[in-house]
């Protein structure tokens, strides 16, 4: 019985002897799009990608040698260009005929991620290699749509909102991520890696619920390089 109490006392304690927490900083230069879907009938497609350049402050919590949860505070550019079909004509698009009509949207994000790291051993000298998996909790702080704060929709000409107003109140992303850290001193490391991140929530708040659009489904997507120190 003390036997027994010794080891279930011993796995409790496991964790504890491995707790330690690194703080870093990072950059990540990103491509973002933006994924769309819709009936024909307003026909929404992606066009093209916008780059963005985020950042902010993270930790990594060991819970074992090779293991750690991961969490931070970061901001992040998403977004990037989609078009619609305007089935009564915009302005400017030939009076009463159809015509397709581009937006090019950026947004910024304060996101939180909440992951897990898996680390390797050593695969060569002061070198470990990173899987990283999970989610992140995101807020728009700025919205601009064609550059601009606010929004004139050329279906009318003068019906003006704010770029904010465009967009739902959070977002949600599956994270996937995988790179090296380099032992630069004691205390300090360098890491590099590749990550991407795939919008959950339809972002739209505009096309259904003022254009009356049907079934309209826009989501975010990024792919970033991490660039990261830790003290």
């Known amino acids: ?21 690194e703080i870093g900083l990072k950059v990540s230069p990103s491509i973002s799009y933006l994924r769309t879907d819709s009936p024909s009938a307003t026909s ?10 985020g950042g902010g402050i ?5 819970f074992g040698e090779n293991y750690a949860f991961n969490t931070g505070l970061f901001l992040t550019g998403k977004g990037g260009t989609i078009s619609y079909i305007e089935q ?20 910024q994000y304060l996101e939180v991620p909440l992951t897990v790291k898996l680390f390797t051993n050593e695969v060569a000298p002061d ?16 919205t601009r749509i064609n550059g601009q704060k606010n929004y004139i929709d050329p279906f009318n000409g003068n019906s ?13 992303n599956i994270i996937g991520a995988v790179g090296a850290e380099y032992q630069l001193g004691q205390s300090t490391k360098f890491l590099a890696g590749l990550s991407y991140h ?4 339809d972002t739209d708040r505009y096309f259904e619920k003022t254009r009356n659009f049907d ?15 830790k003290f």
């Not at 003390?2 to 491995?18: D, I, Q, S």
């Not at 003006?160 to 949600?172: L, P, Q």
Request: hydrophobic residues 45%.
């Open 198 to 201: 795939h919008g959950l929530i």
């Open 88 to 107: 009564t004509g915009a302005v400017g698009t030939g009076g009463g005929q159809p015509g397709r009509v581009e937006q090019k949207i950026a947004m």
């Open 127 to 142: 070198t470990r290699i990173y899987f990283q998996v999970g989610g992140s909790l995101a807020i728009p702080v700025q």
């Open 58 to 62: 993270f930790m990594d919590y060991f």
């Open 160 to 172: 003006e909102s704010t770029a904010g107003s465009h967009v739902f109140d959070v977002d949600a």
């Open 44 to 53: 929404f497609s992606s066009e093209s990608s916008k780059f963005s350049f």
């Open 1 to 21: 019985m003390k036997k027994a109490l010794l080891t279930v006392a011993a796995l409790a304690l496991a964790p504890a002897a491995f707790a330690q927490v």
């Open 215 to 229: 079934s309209v489904n826009i989501k975010n997507s990024i792919f970033s390089l991490d660039l990261g120190l």
